[in-house]
Nanobody, 130 residues
Framework: QIQLVQSGGGLVQSGGSLRLSCTAS????????VGWYRQAPGKSAREREW???????????YYADSVKGRFFISRDNAKNTVYLQMNSLKPEDTDVYYC????????????????????WGQGTQVTVSS
């Protein structure tokens, strides 16, 4: 069964750091673009905010303006895992975070569109206290 299993997250003070992990099973994660999203309380899955993507074709990374310079996406092929390193966290970063695999039949240029992703992790809570 294809799965994306997330770990990491938790409670951190403002200015702190956390690292989220997204480990794939039953497929090689380096063959797919991987994105990270976050979802605010009370908002639906359709309203998830795209925050980052790691290309499979050339390793390019993309970030939303809200996290640029603070969050960093990377991949460890040996562990079949993608990471999201989150630094200088702010209270407004508090959300549930999701990783997702981009559908290989869509263009990588659609990385910011949630409907271009076909498998999602279970989500992990990140809480930043002020």
């Amino acid at each position: 069964q294809i799965q994306l299993v997330q770990s990491g997250g938790g409670l951190v003070q403002s200015g702190g750091s956390l690292r989220l992990s997204c480990t794939a099973s039953r497929f090689p994660l380096d063959s797919y673009a991987v994105g990270w999203y976050r979802q605010a309380p009370g908002k639906s899955a359709r309203e998830r905010e795209w925050i980052s993507c790691l290309s499979s074709s050339d390793g390019s990374t993309y970030y939303a303006d809200s996290v640029k310079g603070r969050f960093f996406i990377s991949r460890d092929n040996a562990k079949n895992t993608v990471y999201l390193q989150m630094n200088s966290l702010k209270p407004e970063d508090t959300d549930v975070y999701y990783c997702a695999r981009q559908n290989p039949y869509t263009s990588e240029s659609t990385y910011a569109k949630a409907n271009s992703y076909d498998y999602w992790g279970q989500g992990t809570q990140v809480t930043v206290s002020s």
